[in-house]
């Protein structure tokens, strides 16, 4: 294998590479280090790494996975300020103080995500509005009481927790060439599954009901039913990277266990089309 | 993408390092100071964490394999740490309290044979622990170890985000991270109702935290009897 061959080639049409790969520092540091000792065979594997992270995204793609992200951290945002401002929707005391942080976690994203545009000289796209029906502007959607009906609320609350933990996780990857959009991606996203976490705590309380775990299990919705099925589809798979997780090496690892352990992503048209009747077209 | 390490490669990988490790522990002898033989080490690789990062025990290896491998490690301590929990149940453990420990005890057990797995013969040993400081037959004990291990875990997987090369890697490191959130969201609301995401680990961005290799190794080491070596582990 001639690797300068190889650059040569992509230089005909990326004039650009090398300053690509240049940016790429570690990338190249690491490849240099290991390409002197590891096995040939190796060789393709280190290469497919280095040249995925120096393409892995330019700053439009990058503002375009953010603007994604506010699209749906304007969507939980939106969301929690009229729940909290619904009068007697949410109990007074625990519930209202975890909906509130919750609120002001999503509102912290919103601005968050705004100025990492902005440093990036990419514009914020504008907050779309929203029917939290699910009707798509019709306001009769199958979410209509989410603001009276506590149970609903927080049946609501609970998709769009674990939709956004999937989304991020979805897009993260084209976000390798940032290290630190990368790493406040992941920061967010984490902050998305300790919410999903709290809020299906609520329900599982609130109806009384020990099988709404704070975790996924298989592709159950937790009762909420077939309008938010699209947000689970895909999450009751057990095997990763080609290894079986249920039983796996011999331990009593259920499928409902397996599937749990590991949150599924959404690509963004799976998303997109989660959130599509709840804005207005 | 092969699933699969190449452990001919690795073990390469293994023999060189460890002769770099000996050339080291030769510039040490003949510098014989600490302060001045840790200066000079760090300056020769950039890819050292500094001083705080033990040099010797248990090397995790560099690139990839290295980040999972300490990924590893981590989810050994975790599964080991839900193993006693369930065996020996803490005094006045509810059911609810009982079931769901159990779920993240499978959880942790299903990613600390993932990573051994995928890892084949690049995977460290199994690793050996030291819980002499918990008591399991306390609530408060058994909760407070588990919120710091979530939350410890959940900043190793955010902090080592960016040193994963492998997008696939990236996404499964991805996968399980959200997991350990879940996790550290209900035992911090076992331990306060409301906590799950509090100001002690969620700043005014609304971000939660990201740990260096270092910083986490270090908190590890204080329940691990085994010594881990993660000097080689990618910083950047």
Same mark, same amino acid.
């Given at each position: ?23 790429? @520092? ?12 590891? +096995? ?10 280095? #040249?995925?992270?120096?393409?892995? &995204? ?9 603007? =994604? ?10 969301? =929690? ?36 545009? &902005? ?23 199958? #979410?209509?009481? +989410?603001?009276?009906?506590? &149970?609903? #609320? ?11 933990? @999937?989304?991020?996780?979805?897009? +993260? ?29 609520? @329900? ?20 909420? &039913? ?51 009747? #709840?804005?207005?077209? | ?73 981590? *989810? $050994?301590? %975790?599964?080991?740490? !839900? ?13 609810? %309290? ?9 959880? %942790?057990?299903?990613?600390? *044979? ?13 690793? *050996? ?35 994963? $090369? ?13 997991? %350990?959130?879940?996790?550290?969201? !209900? ?50």
């Amino acid at each position: 294998m001639n690797i300068n061959n190889i650059l040569t080639e992509i230089e005909k049409v990326d004039p650009e590479v090398y300053d690509r790969l240049d940016t790429r @520092r570690s990338a190249m540091r690491q490849f240099a280090k290991a390409s002197g000792r590891i +096995a040939l065979t190796a060789v393709p594997f280190l290469l497919g790494g280095m #040249f995925k992270k120096a393409y892995a &995204g330019t700053t439009e793609s990058i503002g375009d996975v953010l603007n =994604y992200a506010l699209t749906l951290e304007y969507l939980e945002a939106e969301f =929690y300020k009229a729940a909290v401002a619904s009068s007697g929707l949410i109990p007074a005391g625990a519930p209202t103080a975890a909906i509130t942080t919750i609120r002001d976690h999503e509102v912290a994203h919103v601005n968050f995500l705004k100025a990492a545009l &902005g440093s990036l000289s990419v514009t914020p796209v504008d907050q779309p509005t929203f029917d939290f029906s699910g009707g798509k502007g019709s306001g009769n959607g199958p #979410f209509k009481n +989410a603001f009276s009906d506590y &149970g609903l #609320f927080l049946a609501v609350a609970q998709t769009f927790e674990d939709t956004g933990v @999937r989304a991020y996780k979805g897009r +993260a990857a084209e976000l390798m060439s940032n290290n630190d959009v990368l790493t406040a991606a992941l920061n967010i996203h984490s902050v998305e599954a300790r919410h999903a976490s709290h809020i299906r705590s609520m @329900r599982r309380a609130n109806l009384n009901n020990s099988s709404i775990k704070p975790w996924i299990t298989l592709k159950d919705t937790g009762g909420i &039913g077939a309008a938010v099925q699209a947000s689970y589809d895909g999450e009751e798979v057990t095997s990763q990277a080609g290894i079986e997780i249920k039983n796996i090496n011999g331990a009593a690892i259920s499928a409902e266990a397996a599937s749990e352990s590991f949150d599924e992503p959404l690509t963004k048209d799976q998303v997109l089309a989660i959130v599509d009747p #709840f804005i207005v077209p | 993408m092969k699933q699969h390490f190449n452990g001919d490669a690795y073990a390469q990988t293994t023999n060189e390092l460890t002769a770099r490790g000996a050339q080291r522990r030769k510039l040490l002898s003949i510098f014989g100071g600490t302060a001045v033989a840790a200066t000079i080490i760090t300056s020769c690789s950039k890819d050292d964490d500094g001083p705080s990062m033990p040099t010797d025990g248990i090397d995790l290896g560099s690139g990839d394999p290295g980040i999972l491998n300490y990924a590893y490690a981590l *989810e $050994q301590l %975790e599964a080991a740490f !839900y193993t006693q929990v369930i065996t020996t149940l803490y005094t006045g453990i509810t059911a609810s %309290e009982q079931a769901l420990l159990t779920d993240i005890r499978d959880h %942790e057990i299903a990613h600390r *044979e993932f990573f051994k797995t995928a890892l084949g013969s690049a995977a460290i040993p199994g690793l *050996e622990v030291d819980f002499s400081k918990i008591d399991f037959s306390s609530r408060d004990s058994v909760l407070a170890t588990a919120k710091a291990f979530e939350d410890l875990g959940v900043s190793a997987y955010n902090g080592a985000g960016k040193l994963i $090369q492998s997008p696939d890697y990236l996404l499964l490191a991805g996968k399980i991270v959200s997991v %350990e959130a879940r996790h550290a969201g !209900y035992i911090r609301d076992l331990i306060s109702n409301g906590s799950f995401a509090d100001s002690t680990v969620i700043d005014t961005n609304g971000l939660d935290k990201a740990n260096t290799p270092a910083d986490v190794l270090t908190v590890a080491a204080g329940f691990l009897k085994s010594k881990l070596n993660g000097s080689n582990l990618p910083t950047s």
